[in-house]
Nanobody
Framework: QVQLVESGGGLVQAGGSLRLSCAAS????????MGWYRQAPGKQRELVAR???????TLADSVKGRFTISRDSAKNSVYLQMNSLKPEDTAVYYC?????????WGQGTQVTVSS
């Protein structure tokens, strides 16, 4: 089993920054990628950013140039640096990990951006 614990959400004004952290624990031995999804009220969950074991990254078009994903492999942790936040970034952000074709999810952390 794998457990994911997120931290770093909160309330910020438009234009501000937040940094999300996610720490994975448990049986981690062949991790494919870690990443972040978000889900706004009334909308489907969407991919925000992903970082693969080899270091390559994927970012949603809506966050390119504003968000950066990084990781600390030794700590099995992934981070999402969010700059120039917009009200439309308001959502619950979920940490995600894929290992051996199985998805794992964190409990989610709320990010609210006020205008």
């Amino acid at each position: 089993q794998v457990q994911l614990v997120e931290s770093g959400g909160g309330l910020v004004q438009a234009g501000g920054s937040l940094r999300l952290s996610c720490a994975a624990s448990g049986s981690i031995f062949r991790l494919n990628y870690m990443g972040w999804y978000r889900q706004a009220p009334g909308k489907q969950r969407e991919l925000v950013a992903r970082i693969f074991t080899g270091g390559s990254t994927t970012l949603a078009d809506s966050v390119k140039g504003r968000f950066t994903i990084s990781r600390d492999s030794a700590k099995n942790s992934v981070y999402l640096q969010m700059n120039s936040l917009k009200p439309e970034d308001t959502a619950v952000y979920y940490c995600n990990l894929l290992q051996l074709s199985r998805d794992y999810w964190g409990q989610g952390t709320q990010v609210t951006v006020s205008s």
